[in-house]
């Protein structure tokens, strides 16, 4: 799922890490070799 907007939050559903986008730049992100999923919040 590719990054759209600042303030949009991911989780990996493997470790747990929690990512708040500050500044989108497009692109996905990826943690432990899978796309993390965008959370509310």
């Given amino acids: 799922m590719p990054v759209e907007a600042a303030g949009e ?16 730049g497009g692109g996905t992100l990826v943690c432990c070799d899978e796309e993390m999923e965008r959370i509310a919040g």
Avoid: F, L, M, P
Avoid at 12 to 23: A, D, K, L, M, T
């Fill in 9 to 24: 939050r991911y989780r990996c559903n493997i470790c747990g890490n929690v990512v708040v986008v500050e500044e989108a």
